[in-house]
Protein backbone atom coordinates (compact mmCIF):
# COMPACT_ATOMS: atom_id res chain seq x y z
CA UNK A 1 0.00 0.00 0.00
CA UNK A 2 2.55 2.23 0.83
CA UNK A 3 4.84 2.31 -2.15
CA UNK A 4 2.10 1.76 -5.12
CA UNK A 5 2.88 4.15 -7.47
CA UNK A 6 -0.20 6.51 -6.92
CA UNK A 7 0.09 7.78 -10.62
CA UNK A 8 -0.99 4.78 -12.16
CA UNK A 9 -3.31 3.03 -9.16
CA UNK A 10 -6.65 4.00 -7.57
CA UNK A 11 -6.48 1.64 -4.12
CA UNK A 12 -9.62 1.02 -2.71
CA UNK A 13 -9.42 -0.85 0.41
CA UNK A 14 -12.46 -2.59 1.96
CA UNK A 15 -12.96 -4.17 5.55
CA UNK A 16 -15.17 -6.48 6.71
CA UNK A 17 -12.83 -8.43 9.26
CA UNK A 18 -13.96 -8.39 13.38
CA UNK A 19 -11.48 -6.35 14.43
CA UNK A 20 -11.74 -2.57 15.31
CA UNK A 21 -9.50 -0.02 13.85
CA UNK A 22 -5.52 0.07 14.93
CA UNK A 23 -2.72 1.54 14.14
CA UNK A 24 -2.31 -1.24 10.94
CA UNK A 25 -5.90 0.18 9.94
CA UNK A 26 -4.63 3.83 10.16
CA UNK A 27 -1.47 3.34 8.52
CA UNK A 28 -3.07 1.52 5.36
CA UNK A 29 -5.68 4.43 5.40
CA UNK A 30 -3.33 6.72 4.56
CA UNK A 31 -2.01 5.05 1.50
CA UNK A 32 -5.51 4.31 -0.09
CA UNK A 33 -7.34 6.36 -2.32
CA UNK A 34 -10.25 5.41 -0.30
CA UNK A 35 -11.11 3.30 2.26
CA UNK A 36 -14.41 1.71 3.38
CA UNK A 37 -15.68 0.05 6.17
CA UNK A 38 -18.09 -2.92 4.98
CA UNK A 39 -18.66 -5.18 8.06
CA UNK A 40 -22.59 -4.04 8.06
CA UNK A 41 -23.07 -3.33 4.12
CA UNK A 42 -25.44 -6.27 2.47
CA UNK A 43 -23.91 -7.69 -0.92
CA UNK A 44 -26.05 -5.37 -3.04
CA UNK A 45 -24.92 -2.54 -1.59
CA UNK A 46 -21.41 -3.10 -1.81
CA UNK A 47 -21.43 -4.55 -5.30
CA UNK A 48 -23.24 -1.39 -5.95
CA UNK A 49 -20.33 0.45 -3.67
CA UNK A 50 -17.43 -1.40 -6.27
CA UNK A 51 -19.49 -0.15 -9.36
CA UNK A 52 -19.67 3.51 -8.35
CA UNK A 53 -15.95 3.36 -7.75
CA UNK A 54 -15.47 1.83 -11.14
CA UNK A 55 -13.17 -0.80 -9.79
CA UNK A 56 -11.03 -2.58 -12.18
CA UNK A 57 -9.27 -5.54 -10.48
CA UNK A 58 -10.91 -7.04 -7.05
CA UNK A 59 -8.27 -8.32 -4.94
CA UNK A 60 -9.55 -11.31 -2.51
CA UNK A 61 -6.85 -11.46 0.86
CA UNK A 62 -9.20 -13.93 2.50
CA UNK A 63 -10.28 -16.69 0.33
CA UNK A 64 -11.71 -19.60 2.34
CA UNK A 65 -11.14 -18.19 6.35
CA UNK A 66 -13.12 -17.30 8.73
CA UNK A 67 -15.52 -14.23 8.28
CA UNK A 68 -15.07 -14.13 4.31
CA UNK A 69 -16.94 -12.98 2.06
CA UNK A 70 -16.61 -15.23 -1.43
CA UNK A 71 -20.60 -14.67 -2.81
CA UNK A 72 -19.47 -11.22 -3.48
CA UNK A 73 -16.83 -12.27 -5.42
CA UNK A 74 -18.80 -15.29 -7.14
CA UNK A 75 -21.05 -11.81 -7.91
CA UNK A 76 -18.43 -10.44 -9.83
CA UNK A 77 -17.35 -7.06 -7.81
CA UNK A 78 -14.84 -6.34 -10.75
CA UNK A 79 -14.07 -7.14 -14.20
CA UNK A 80 -10.89 -9.12 -13.09
CA UNK A 81 -10.80 -10.87 -9.98
CA UNK A 82 -7.99 -12.13 -8.26
CA UNK A 83 -7.13 -14.82 -5.19
CA UNK A 84 -3.96 -14.17 -3.26
CA UNK A 85 -2.17 -14.15 0.26
CA UNK A 86 -5.04 -15.28 2.50
CA UNK A 87 -5.81 -18.62 1.48
CA UNK A 88 -3.40 -20.97 0.54
CA UNK A 89 -5.00 -22.97 -2.46
CA UNK A 90 -7.68 -22.72 -4.94
CA UNK A 91 -10.99 -21.09 -4.77
CA UNK A 92 -12.82 -23.25 -6.70
CA UNK A 93 -15.18 -20.55 -8.10
CA UNK A 94 -15.90 -19.83 -11.63
CA UNK A 95 -15.30 -16.39 -10.79
CA UNK A 96 -12.11 -16.04 -9.50
CA UNK A 97 -10.02 -15.66 -12.77
CA UNK A 98 -6.53 -15.61 -11.25
CA UNK A 99 -4.02 -16.52 -8.40
CA UNK A 100 -1.14 -14.72 -7.36
CA UNK A 101 1.82 -17.59 -6.30
CA UNK A 102 5.54 -18.38 -7.24
CA UNK A 103 7.36 -21.18 -9.03
CA UNK A 104 8.04 -22.79 -5.85
CA UNK A 105 4.32 -22.72 -4.50
CA UNK A 106 2.76 -24.07 -7.46
CA UNK A 107 5.04 -25.44 -9.89
CA UNK A 108 4.25 -25.56 -13.69
CA UNK A 109 3.13 -29.43 -13.42
CA UNK A 110 0.44 -28.39 -10.57
CA UNK A 111 -1.17 -25.47 -12.53
CA UNK A 112 -3.88 -28.23 -13.96
CA UNK A 113 -5.38 -28.58 -10.04
CA UNK A 114 -6.22 -25.07 -9.71
CA UNK A 115 -9.98 -23.00 -10.98
CA UNK A 116 -7.98 -20.46 -11.22
CA UNK A 117 -4.87 -18.98 -13.97
CA UNK A 118 -1.62 -19.09 -12.18
CA UNK A 119 0.17 -15.32 -11.93
CA UNK A 120 3.87 -15.83 -10.57
CA UNK A 121 5.38 -13.54 -8.92
CA UNK A 122 9.55 -13.72 -9.58
CA UNK A 123 10.44 -14.40 -6.09
CA UNK A 124 8.20 -15.01 -2.69
CA UNK A 125 4.65 -14.29 -3.62
CA UNK A 126 4.82 -13.43 0.33
CA UNK A 127 5.35 -9.80 1.02
CA UNK A 128 6.79 -8.59 4.52
CA UNK A 129 7.78 -5.54 6.13
CA UNK A 130 10.55 -4.07 6.02
CA UNK A 131 13.85 -5.07 8.54
CA UNK A 132 13.67 -3.14 10.97
CA UNK A 133 16.24 -2.64 13.99
CA UNK A 134 15.12 -5.09 17.07
CA UNK A 135 16.55 -5.63 20.34
CA UNK A 136 17.74 -9.33 19.53
CA UNK A 137 19.03 -9.24 23.41
CA UNK A 138 16.12 -7.86 25.34
CA UNK A 139 15.53 -11.20 26.73
CA UNK A 140 17.24 -13.73 28.18
CA UNK A 141 16.25 -17.86 28.07
CA UNK A 142 15.44 -17.94 31.83
CA UNK A 143 12.99 -15.34 31.06
CA UNK A 144 11.16 -18.56 29.22
CA UNK A 145 12.12 -21.13 31.10
CA UNK A 146 14.63 -22.31 28.57
CA UNK A 147 17.82 -23.98 29.99
CA UNK A 148 20.76 -21.74 29.07
CA UNK A 149 22.72 -25.45 28.21
CA UNK A 150 20.37 -26.83 25.64
CA UNK A 151 19.60 -26.92 22.28
CA UNK A 152 16.08 -25.33 21.59
CA UNK A 153 13.84 -26.52 18.94
CA UNK A 154 11.07 -24.35 18.80
CA UNK A 155 7.62 -23.98 16.76
CA UNK A 156 5.91 -21.39 16.90
CA UNK A 157 3.43 -22.36 14.37
CA UNK A 158 -0.53 -22.34 15.01
CA UNK A 159 -1.35 -25.24 17.33
CA UNK A 160 -3.99 -26.53 14.39
CA UNK A 161 -1.05 -27.52 12.75
CA UNK A 162 0.62 -29.47 15.08
CA UNK A 163 -0.50 -33.14 13.29
CA UNK A 164 -0.04 -36.55 15.35
CA UNK A 165 2.67 -37.30 13.02
CA UNK A 166 4.54 -34.26 13.17
CA UNK A 167 4.63 -34.30 16.83
CA UNK A 168 6.04 -37.87 16.62
CA UNK A 169 8.60 -36.54 14.15
CA UNK A 170 9.59 -33.88 17.12
CA UNK A 171 10.30 -37.00 19.57
CA UNK A 172 12.12 -38.98 17.35
CA UNK A 173 14.35 -35.79 17.03
CA UNK A 174 14.10 -35.79 20.80
CA UNK A 175 15.13 -39.31 21.60
CA UNK A 176 18.22 -38.66 19.29
CA UNK A 177 19.55 -35.28 20.81
CA UNK A 178 19.55 -35.32 24.42
CA UNK A 179 20.07 -32.13 25.36
CA UNK A 180 17.69 -30.27 23.64
CA UNK A 181 14.16 -28.87 24.61
CA UNK A 182 11.27 -28.07 22.31
CA UNK A 183 9.58 -24.79 22.54
CA UNK A 184 5.88 -24.99 21.37
CA UNK A 185 2.80 -22.25 21.46
CA UNK A 186 0.20 -24.13 23.01
CA UNK A 187 -2.78 -22.41 24.44
CA UNK A 188 -5.49 -24.16 26.37
CA UNK A 189 -5.02 -26.56 29.96
CA UNK A 190 -6.38 -29.66 27.92
CA UNK A 191 -3.97 -29.11 25.12
CA UNK A 192 -1.28 -28.49 26.92
CA UNK A 193 -1.66 -32.16 29.10
CA UNK A 194 -2.49 -34.04 25.63
CA UNK A 195 0.82 -32.91 24.62
CA UNK A 196 3.04 -33.82 27.62
CA UNK A 197 0.71 -37.68 27.38
CA UNK A 198 1.96 -37.81 24.23
CA UNK A 199 5.58 -37.20 24.63
CA UNK A 200 5.69 -39.42 27.65
CA UNK A 201 4.42 -42.03 25.59
CA UNK A 202 7.99 -41.82 23.67
CA UNK A 203 9.87 -41.61 26.80
CA UNK A 204 10.39 -38.04 26.23
CA UNK A 205 10.05 -36.22 29.77
CA UNK A 206 7.86 -33.47 30.19
CA UNK A 207 10.52 -30.70 30.94
CA UNK A 208 11.83 -30.65 27.86
CA UNK A 209 8.88 -29.77 26.54
CA UNK A 210 8.66 -25.71 27.08
CA UNK A 211 5.27 -23.94 26.48
CA UNK A 212 5.01 -20.67 25.09
CA UNK A 213 2.75 -17.40 25.91
CA UNK A 214 1.42 -15.39 23.59
CA UNK A 215 2.75 -11.70 23.41
CA UNK A 216 2.83 -8.52 21.12
CA UNK A 217 4.40 -9.00 17.93
CA UNK A 218 7.78 -7.01 19.00
CA UNK A 219 8.32 -8.62 21.77
CA UNK A 220 7.67 -12.22 20.37
CA UNK A 221 10.19 -11.58 17.31
CA UNK A 222 12.50 -10.39 19.91
CA UNK A 223 12.48 -14.12 21.90
CA UNK A 224 13.06 -15.79 18.48
CA UNK A 225 16.07 -15.85 18.64
CA UNK A 226 16.77 -17.66 21.69
CA UNK A 227 15.96 -21.03 19.44
CA UNK A 228 18.61 -22.33 17.69
CA UNK A 229 16.57 -24.11 14.91
CA UNK A 230 12.86 -23.99 13.92
CA UNK A 231 11.01 -27.04 13.26
CA UNK A 232 8.56 -26.58 10.43
CA UNK A 233 4.72 -28.51 10.37
CA UNK A 234 3.15 -30.47 8.09
CA UNK A 235 1.49 -30.85 5.55
CA UNK A 236 0.47 -27.01 6.96
CA UNK A 237 4.00 -25.53 7.06
CA UNK A 238 4.95 -22.10 8.69
CA UNK A 239 4.28 -19.29 6.72
CA UNK A 240 4.63 -16.04 8.56
CA UNK A 241 6.22 -18.14 11.39
CA UNK A 242 8.78 -19.22 9.03
CA UNK A 243 9.42 -15.41 7.43
CA UNK A 244 9.37 -14.43 11.35
CA UNK A 245 11.79 -16.53 12.46
CA UNK A 246 14.60 -16.18 9.04
CA UNK A 247 14.02 -12.54 10.15
CA UNK A 248 15.60 -13.23 13.57
CA UNK A 249 18.28 -15.22 12.38
CA UNK A 250 16.80 -18.31 13.28
CA UNK A 251 16.94 -21.32 10.62
CA UNK A 252 14.26 -23.54 9.80
CA UNK A 253 13.39 -26.64 8.73
CA UNK A 254 10.44 -27.88 6.72
CA UNK A 255 9.29 -30.76 5.19
CA UNK A 256 7.47 -30.19 1.83
CA UNK A 257 5.03 -31.43 -0.35
CA UNK A 258 2.78 -31.08 -3.14
CA UNK A 259 -0.20 -28.85 -1.91
CA UNK A 260 0.06 -24.64 -1.61
CA UNK A 261 0.02 -24.56 1.91
CA UNK A 262 3.22 -27.46 2.35
CA UNK A 263 5.03 -25.37 0.03
CA UNK A 264 5.41 -21.76 1.75
CA UNK A 265 8.12 -22.41 4.02
CA UNK A 266 10.36 -24.11 0.98
CA UNK A 267 9.26 -20.47 -1.13
CA UNK A 268 10.93 -17.91 2.09
CA UNK A 269 14.20 -20.45 2.40
CA UNK A 270 14.78 -20.37 -0.76
CA UNK A 271 15.04 -16.45 -0.85
CA UNK A 272 18.21 -17.52 1.49
CA UNK A 273 19.41 -20.15 -1.06
CA UNK A 274 18.93 -22.58 2.03
CA UNK A 275 17.73 -25.66 -0.16
CA UNK A 276 19.09 -27.96 2.20
CA UNK A 277 16.77 -27.10 4.38
CA UNK A 278 13.84 -28.38 2.56
CA UNK A 279 13.26 -31.95 2.81
CA UNK A 280 10.75 -34.53 1.08
CA UNK A 281 10.37 -36.90 3.43
CA UNK A 282 9.83 -37.79 7.47
CA UNK A 283 13.49 -39.60 7.47
CA UNK A 284 15.39 -36.44 5.56
CA UNK A 285 13.38 -34.04 7.95
CA UNK A 286 14.36 -35.95 11.08
CA UNK A 287 18.06 -36.67 9.83
CA UNK A 288 18.25 -32.75 9.18
CA UNK A 289 17.43 -31.94 12.68
CA UNK A 290 19.42 -34.11 14.55
CA UNK A 291 22.19 -33.01 12.01
CA UNK A 292 22.40 -29.26 13.14
CA UNK A 293 21.97 -30.15 16.50
CA UNK A 294 25.13 -31.92 16.09
CA UNK A 295 27.29 -30.06 13.97
CA UNK A 296 27.81 -26.44 16.15
CA UNK A 297 29.78 -25.10 12.87
CA UNK A 298 27.18 -25.71 10.30
CA UNK A 299 24.71 -24.20 12.36
CA UNK A 300 27.18 -21.37 12.82
CA UNK A 301 27.67 -21.02 8.57
CA UNK A 302 23.32 -21.56 7.97
CA UNK A 303 23.16 -18.49 10.61
CA UNK A 304 25.72 -16.15 8.96
CA UNK A 305 24.34 -17.10 5.72
CA UNK A 306 20.76 -16.01 6.52
CA UNK A 307 22.39 -13.08 7.96
CA UNK A 308 24.35 -11.79 4.75
CA UNK A 309 21.11 -13.12 2.92
CA UNK A 310 18.30 -11.05 4.02
CA UNK A 311 19.90 -7.74 3.60
CA UNK A 312 20.23 -8.58 -0.46
CA UNK A 313 17.25 -10.74 -0.64
CA UNK A 314 13.65 -9.58 -2.00
CA UNK A 315 11.79 -11.13 0.70
CA UNK A 316 11.75 -7.73 2.86
CA UNK A 317 11.99 -5.22 0.11
CA UNK A 318 9.18 -3.61 -0.22
CA UNK A 319 9.73 -1.50 -3.01
CA UNK A 320 10.81 -4.34 -5.15
CA UNK A 321 8.04 -6.53 -3.92
CA UNK A 322 5.18 -3.60 -4.45
CA UNK A 323 7.05 -2.84 -8.50
CA UNK A 324 6.88 -6.71 -9.34
CA UNK A 325 3.01 -6.39 -8.19
CA UNK A 326 2.21 -3.61 -10.04
CA UNK A 327 4.03 -5.30 -12.85
CA UNK A 328 1.25 -8.21 -12.89
CA UNK A 329 -1.69 -5.93 -12.00
CA UNK A 330 -0.61 -3.94 -15.35
CA UNK A 331 -0.44 -7.08 -17.40
CA UNK A 332 -3.84 -8.62 -16.37
CA UNK A 333 -5.50 -4.93 -16.93
CA UNK A 334 -4.02 -3.95 -20.35
CA UNK A 335 -3.49 -7.02 -21.98
CA UNK A 336 -5.52 -9.92 -19.82
CA UNK A 337 -2.53 -12.11 -19.79
CA UNK A 338 -1.03 -14.13 -17.01
CA UNK A 339 2.81 -14.58 -16.60
Known amino acids: FKYQDKQKFNIFAFSFGPRKFDQYSEEIKKYCTNFFDIKKMNDENVLSLCDQNNIDIAIDLMGLTQFHRIELFEQRLAPIQVNWLGYPGTLGVKNMDYLIADKIIIPEKNKKYYFEKILYLPNCYQPNSELKYLHSNKFDKKKFGLKNDSFVYSSFNSQHKITPNVFRSWMKILQKTKKSIL ?41 LNLADLFLDTFPYSAHTTTSDSLRMGVPVVTLQGETFASRVASSILAQFKLFDLITTNEKDYINKAVEIYNNKNLLDKIKTQINEFKYNSTLYNCKI ?19
Request: proline fraction near 0%; avoid cysteine.
Open 183 to 223: WILIEGINARKNILKEAKKMNINEDRIIFAEKLSHEDHLNR
Open 321 to 339: FTKNLENIYHNIYHHNIFV
